[in-house]
């Protein structure tokens, strides 16, 4: 089996927050979907599970970090500089935040970082391979 990744987050409205992640570019797997949770799929190493309140408590009895704070910033690639910014342009338009953090370019690589529904941060970024092969 090939590694992969499952990020849990914690959301306050489960419908909503997958129609915001579908405005970015994840597909829903139905399989992995209920009334609880959601599966979202960025890649086939990659996938977003967005938990119910009440869903997340049956797997952690931590508290939630309260509205505003900051727990995790998760890094996304995107295929071109033209990519990134439409990812923020959509999480504007669709309920999150665009920008949370300055943008970046440093010409090898660009980012922009947006906030979902619930202030989870990601940075949406592009990277130029050859440029930083070049730079080694």
Same mark, same amino acid.
């Given at each position: ?7 849990? =987050?914690?959301?306050?409205? =489960?419908? &909503? ?6 405005? #970015?570019? !994840? ?14 799929? /960025?890649s086939e190493s990659i996938y977003l599970m967005l938990l119910t309140h009440a869903k997340w408590a049956s797997f952690?009895?931590?508290? =939630?970090?309260?509205?505003? &704070?900051?727990?995790?910033? =998760? ?11 439409? +990812?923020? #342009? ?7 935040? &665009?920008?949370?953090?300055? +943008?970046q370019d440093m010409g090898f690589m660009y980012s922009r970082a947006l906030a979902d529904l619930d202030g989870h941060? /990601?940075?949406? !970024? /592009? ?7 070049? &730079?080694?």
């Open positions: 089996m090939s590694k992969m990744i499952f990020v849990n =987050l914690p959301v306050s409205d =489960l419908s &909503a927050s997958m129609a915001f992640y579908t405005a #970015l570019g !994840f597909t829903n797997n139905p399989q992995f979907t209920d009334e609880t949770a959601a599966c979202m799929v /960025w952690t009895s931590r508290p =939630l970090p309260a509205k505003g &704070a900051s727990e995790v910033m =998760l890094a996304i690639t995107c295929e071109s500089h033209a990519s990134v910014d439409a +990812m923020n #342009l959509a999480a504007g338009k669709h309920g999150g935040t &665009a920008d949370v953090n300055p +943008m941060i /990601w940075e949406a !970024f /592009w990277m130029d391979p050859a440029a930083v092969a070049g &730079a080694a």
